[in-house]
């Protein structure tokens, strides 16, 4: 009997040390898995376990379509600073159409031959021989205006030389008048546009003064009056208008008020669209290829 007892003492020992190992190695192995249970539960609820820290990227490089739109913009900018000048000169020109056509009713000079006269007109609506034409690629509402601006002063012109062939064929010359039928006819358009007096003639008791068109000539020695000079200013001062005359007058004179008008504005628009800082449109010239 006291072996058994002593068997049973001792079985009761190695189960005893037996459960306690088992409960500190549970203590253990719940200590060690217990910081990951907030994350792991929290995963278990729909929730978002933290972000790790993402590795530093590297700047992407330059894209080929990044390259071309540069190089776009480059091209775009260098052609607006070539059509910047000829906005100015054209600003400059449209300033003497307006200043020529309130000052004469016309733009051209009438002394000049009429291909001379063309050639002036077109250069005065031409700024630069190759990129006036291509400012309606840009600013088409200018061009526009400015290309009906350019007929409507060709008309003036065509007009105003139809209007002096009727008024020579009209005047009643005496022959020593005869070579001065040009200076007179120019004289009663002046007068009929009212744009001057035509001619003057005045007379002192030490000489006379004979003016044409804005130009005096005067005489000393005496108040005679030339021959011919005499017979041109009767002639100017009898000629009476007939309704044809009167009529292109009125015609002149209307379309020259608005030339005058029109011209001054466009010039003010070439300006502002000169200190534009982008170019509106496309060309040939605005592309980078």
Known sequence: MAATLTRLALWSIVVGIALAGLVVGARGFYAYRSPEAPRNAESAFGGRPAAAPEPPQEAEPARPADGRQARTTDVRQAHLRQLQPVLRTDAERLSQVARRMRAEGRVTDLRKERADNAAELRLLFTSHRALSGDLQNHYQEYSQ?????????????????????????????????????????????????????????????????????????????????????????????????????????????????????????????????????????????????
Do not use: N
């Not at 379309?255 to 070439?270: F, P, Q, V």
């Open 145 to 289: 205006a400015k290309e009906r601006l350019r007929k409507s002063v060709a008309e003036q012109e065509e007009e105003f030389h139809q209007t002096a062939s009727l008024v020579m064929t009209k005047l009643s010359l005496s022959p020593v008048a005869e070579p001065r039928r040009s200076e007179i006819t120019w004289a009663v358009l002046e007068k009929c546009l009212d744009k001057g007096p035509g001619m003057t003639l005045t007379t002192r008791p030490d000489g006379y003064q004979y003016t044409v068109r804005g130009r005096s000539q005067r005489y000393s020695g005496g108040a005679t009056v030339a021959e011919d000079e005499g017979a041109a200013f009767a002639a100017f001062t009898s000629f009476a208008p007939e309704a044809d005359v009167v009529a292109h007058c009125d015609s002149l004179k209307r379309r020259a008020a608005g030339i005058g008008a029109t011209a001054e504005k466009l010039s003010a628009d070439a300006l502002v669209l000169a200190e534009q800082t982008t170019l509106p449109g496309d060309c040939k010239y605005t592309r980078p290829d």
